[in-house]
């Protein structure tokens, strides 16, 4: 890959958890507030074609620094030059690593114990921080992590309008219809199903729909990514969001607190998540949800699926690709699996 030359300047300093930044196009920007100066600058003089469509930070601590993008992967040299070879790469240092986590935390881990259990933090702008370490057991219970190792960073983007071309499919007489999103890892279901619910919330005026209201359950903070329980990326103006709650609960309780026409969540599989499911198309509450699946034939075979499949309860399926990139629409098909619009095809949005 070619070379980057490092600018001069005066690098970047740590900045509060509050500094972190917006989701959208410049979201890297808030970041490298966050990192130590020789990291930021490094990643700062990335090719903007990579910067554009950047996922992933990995800093690990005494090992090579490292990033995904939109079209691959690479580790970082110093001066932000793209390298194929792990040992020519920029080494994070502990101290490095130290002082991210001290900015990342306001220098206050006590406070994020809660979300420590969890191995990740979000912070303003909705990014989603992993961390590894030491965990700390006690009584069979993950109470926090010391002696951190490493930490992943994932950038959240909202790309607006990269759900447009596919909404007159999931409208019918002015009402949102159940729509599943089916996707492997990393084809870009969570920013296509947001751009959906913003659509949904905010409306059409082409399609003669004046939007509904949105209660959207954000277990992994990765939806909406609230920070102190507001959203940060773009949901629409009649979504409500309960963050960092269990689906099944967040929906049941979102059904009876909220009064939503629609209710939207990430990854549902477990048992009593498509229980609850049952509940919210008995009460004629419309669904919108996502699950990592690459064919409607293999979801079929997942414990408790098939009868959710054969009944009738989607009637929209969309499946996810990566044929053109992340967010490729590789098939739009009805609830009884009949094709609606052939693949593959992306929205308006540059990515997803």
């Given at each position: 890959?070619?070379?980057?030359?490092?600018?001069?300047?005066?690098g970047h300093r740590p900045q509060p958890l509050g500094q972190a930044g917006g989701g959208g196009p410049g979201a890297l920007s808030g970041v490298l507030a966050l990192l130590p100066?020789?990291?930021?600058?490094?990643?700062?003089?990335?090719?903007?074609?990579?910067?554009?469509?950047?996922?992933?930070?990995?800093?690990?601590?005494?090992?090579?620094?490292?990033?995904?993008?939109?079209?691959?992967?690479?580790?970082?040299?110093?001066?932000?030059?793209?390298?194929?070879?792990?040992?020519?790469?920029?080494?994070?240092?502990?101290?490095?690593?130290?002082?991210?986590?001290?900015?990342?935390?306001?220098?206050?881990?006590?406070?994020?114990?809660?979300?420590?259990?969890?191995?990740?933090?979000?912070?303003?702008?909705?990014?989603?921080?992993?961390?590894?370490?030491?965990?700390?057991?006690?009584?069979?219970?993950?109470?926090?992590?010391?002696?951190?190792?490493?930490?992943?960073?994932?950038?959240?983007?909202?790309?607006?309008?990269?759900?447009?071309?596919?909404?007159?499919?999931?409208?019918?007489?002015?009402?949102?219809?159940?729509?599943?999103?089916?996707?492997?890892?990393?084809?870009?279901?969570?920013?296509?199903?947001?751009?959906?619910?913003?659509?949904?919330?905010?409306?059409?005026?082409?399609?003669?729909?004046?939007?509904?209201?949105?209660?959207?359950?954000?277990?992994?903070?990765?939806?909406?990514?609230?920070?102190?329980?507001?959203?940060?990326?773009?949901?629409?103006?009649?979504?409500?969001?309960?963050?960092?709650?269990?689906?099944?609960?967040g929906m049941l309780m979102l059904l009876r607190s909220m009064g939503p026409e629609v209710i939207a969540t990430d990854e549902i599989g477990r048992p009593e998540e498509l229980a609850?499911?049952?509940?919210?198309?008995?009460?004629?509450?419309?669904?919108?949800?996502?699950?990592?699946?690459?064919?409607?034939?293999?979801?079929?075979?997942?414990?408790?699926?098939?009868?959710?499949?054969?009944?009738?309860?989607?009637?929209?399926?969309?499946?996810?690709?990566?044929?053109?990139?992340?967010?490729?629409?590789?098939?739009?098909?009805?609830?009884?699996?009949?094709?609606?619009?052939?693949?593959?095809?992306?929205?308006?949005?540059?990515?997803?």
């Open positions: 890959m070619g070379s980057v030359r490092l600018g001069k300047g005066e100066a020789v990291v930021a600058a490094s990643l700062a003089a990335l090719p903007p074609e990579i910067k554009a469509t950047l996922e992933e930070i990995r800093l690990r601590r005494e090992r090579p620094l490292q990033v995904r993008w939109a079209a691959g992967e690479g580790w970082v040299k110093a001066g932000g030059t793209l390298t194929t070879m792990p040992d020519q790469a920029y080494i994070v240092t502990a101290n490095d690593l130290s002082q991210t986590i001290q900015a990342l935390t306001r220098s206050s881990l006590y406070a994020l114990e809660e979300e420590l259990r969890s191995g990740y933090i979000t912070v303003s702008g909705g990014h989603r921080v992993g961390l590894v370490g030491e965990t700390v057991v006690r009584q069979g219970e993950i109470q926090t992590l010391k002696n951190f190792a490493g930490l992943n960073l994932r950038l959240a983007r909202s790309i607006p309008g990269c759900a447009r071309e596919l909404m007159p499919y999931l409208l019918e007489q002015g009402r949102p219809l159940n729509t599943l999103i089916l996707s492997p890892p990393r084809c870009g279901k969570t920013t296509l199903l947001r751009d959906i619910i913003r659509l949904f919330s905010t409306g059409i005026a082409e399609l003669k729909f004046s939007g509904v209201n949105v209660g959207v359950v954000d277990e992994r903070s990765e939806i909406a990514g609230c920070w102190l329980g507001a959203p940060q990326l773009e949901v629409g103006p009649r979504t409500d969001v309960l963050d960092r709650c269990p689906k099944a609960a609850a499911l049952q509940d919210i198309l008995n009460a004629g509450v419309t669904i919108l949800a996502s699950v990592h699946a690459g064919s409607l034939e293999e979801l079929k075979h997942r414990p408790g699926w098939r009868p959710l499949l054969e009944q009738g309860f989607w009637q929209r399926l969309v499946i996810l690709g990566r044929t053109l990139g992340p967010g490729t629409i590789e098939g739009l098909l009805s609830g009884d699996g009949q094709t609606l619009r052939g693949g593959p095809w992306r929205g308006e949005g540059k990515a997803c």
